[in-house]
């Protein structure tokens, strides 16, 4: 009686049949042949054609040979030479082709990046980047909720935190529709926050006056550039933690799927590093350590008002943007012209290129915030004079390459001031860490701190509107008042906060 072989036997005896019938040799891989990732290439690697000229803003040509032993993915680089696969991202790091999510590992995503090709050249192609590049102390975990969002709002619950150090909670929109034409202008928009206790404390509420009510127990930024959404939990010693979670109602224009990345940690640090990215700012180039004369003195503006919370600026990466991208942008769909990202311009009461002006930043695996220098934000309203634009309060800490990752400064506003400059990104910096101005020209109080002062619209001595007099003892020499002002004070809530930054080192 026969009987059946073991199935590991098999497979062995199917792969000598399979190598018999091609010389005993293993099938060739397509060694030249072009490709988009690794998964076309057999037992070769899909790399940067080493012999294909740089052309400016075109795609990068991609075929199958032999990586080398240079930088592996993740690794810091210069140029191509410096990258196993000669895939060298702008934001200066070595990266691997891919053509879909499934290339790419259970935290990256498969996301259109920019290559360096030569000194004046930059080159698109889609890249595996990390999802978030956060320090050794956090924890990165990431959720994708299928159908998620429903228009007009859908509810959607948020894991417990743990109670030590601060968590960081993500949410994006799957498809990122964006600029929207009715109240929610992002993809989404967050409308509330509450714990999911059998009686949910209320922690924000969009829908409320805060110029009249009480400041949120714990306030989540919206406005017409965030997204994705940032809910921190705690900011400041008024939030409410919940063993139960919580649940955010979220406003969506479109329904799609919704990712939600999560990231905890208890350590606290001091160092911050920084990514520079020069897109026409007054020429500026790499130079020494720091930048330019002008930004090497303003970050140290910014190390003694920073430090009042005991951190300090760490390395500072610097990016130029070389070849046509400043000028022209990235591309929209059918319908919206670029314009350009050395300008940011308002086109239908939003900064368009602003998402894509942070996007530069994927792929630059380092944990650090990135700042980009412009020449010129022009106003939104009649009367405006935008020097900054912060992704966030807070941005997506250790998340590049988001609509929301990074700070965007203009460089003309500040007419070669150093103590401005400073100051500006000492303000912007410390929104992006989680602080909120301690209050609005309009009165509203969002920022829910104890020990910072008020200028609500009862200071309002001629009923002409909140000015900087009117608030001179009530706020206006702090580094987190609305106006711009000498104002450089931190109260020790403001410092708590800063210090809980899970990206600090």
């Known amino acids: 009686m026969l009987r059946p072989l073991p199935t590991a036997l098999t497979a062995a005896l199917y792969v000598l049949a399979a190598s018999a019938c091609h010389g005993g040799a293993p099938q060739e891989s397509p060694r030249g042949e072009a490709c988009e990732s690794d998964r076309d290439c057999g037992a070769l690697t899909c790399v940067a054609d080493p012999e294909a000229e740089p052309e400016d803003l075109a795609a990068l040509p991609l075929a199958c040979g032999d990586a080398s032993d240079a930088g592996e993915p993740g690794a810091p680089c210069e140029d191509d030479a410096d990258c196993a696969r000669g895939v060298c991202l702008l934001a200066g790091a070595c990266a691997r082709p891919c053509e879909r999510a499934r290339d790419c590992g259970d935290l990256e995503r498969c996301q259109p990046v920019f290559a360096r090709r030569g000194p004046d050249a930059l080159q698109t192609l889609s890249a595996c980047v990390a999802i978030a590049d956060a320090p050794a102390s956090a924890t990165v975990e990431r959720q994708v909720i299928e159908a998620a969002l429903e228009p007009p709002t859908s509810r959607v619950d948020l894991a417990a935190t743990d109670g030590a150090g601060a968590t960081l909670y993500v949410i994006e929109h799957g498809d990122e529709p ?18 999911r206790d059998s009686a949910p404390v209320e922690l924000f509420d969009a829908e409320l006056d805060y110029a009249q009510a009480d400041a949120p127990r ?18 400041g010693s008024a939030s409410a933690l919940s063993e139960a979670g919580y649940s955010v ?22 160092r ?42 760490g390395e ?3 990016i130029a943007l070389p070849g046509e991208l400043p000028m022209l942008g990235t ?13 940011l311009r308002p086109r239908y009461g939003v900064y368009m290129e602003l998402p894509g002006l942070f996007r530069l930043s994927a792929g630059a695996a380092n944990t650090a915030v990135n700042l980009f220098f412009v020449q010129e934000i022009e106003a939104l309203a009649v009367g405006g004079e ?48 989680g602080l909120f101005h301690t209050s609005e020209q309009n009165g509203a109080v969002y920022e829910p701190l104890a020990d910072t ?32 002002t000498t104002g450089t004070a931190l109260t020790e809530e403001q410092r708590a906060v800063l210090r809980r930054a899970l990206i600090l080192q």
Not at 221 to 231: D, N, W
Not at 405 to 413: F, L, N, P, R, V
Not at 457 to 481: I, Q
């Open 249 to 270: 109602e979220l406003q969506a224009e479109q329904g799609g799927d919704l990712h939600v990345t999560r990231l905890t940690s208890a350590a606290t640090g001091g």
């Open 178 to 195: 964006w600029p929207n034409f009715g109240e929610c202008r992002p993809a989404l928009c967050v409308r509330s926050l509450r714990t």
């Open 453 to 484: 002062p008020e200028c609500r619209l009862d200071r309002d001595e001629g009923s002409d509107g909140l000015s900087v007099a009117d608030c001179e003892a009530h706020g206006a020499d702090n580094l987190m008042f609305w106006a711009k």
């Open 272 to 313: 911050l590093d920084l990514n520079v990215f020069y897109v026409g700012a007054l020429d500026w180039q790499p130079e020494g350590e720091r930048g330019p004369a002008l930004l090497a003195e303003a970050l140290e503006i910014v190390d003694d008002i920073l430090g009042q919370a005991d951190i300090f600026v």
């Open 386 to 433: 935008p020097e900054a634009q912060a992704g966030g309060i807070p941005g997506p800490l250790g998340m590049h390459g988001t609509g929301a990752s990074g700070i965007a400064i203009s460089t003309d506003m500040m007419d070669g001031n150093a103590d401005m400059l400073g100051r500006t990104l000492a303000h912007e910096i410390a929104h992006y860490l």
């Open 218 to 235: 714990n306030p989540v930024a919206i406005g017409a550039h965030l997204h994705p959404a940032v809910v921190m939990l705690p900011i």
């Open 316 to 318: 500072v990466r610097q």
């Open 331 to 343: 591309a929209f769909p059918e319908g919206h012209a670029a314009q350009g990202f050395a300008v």
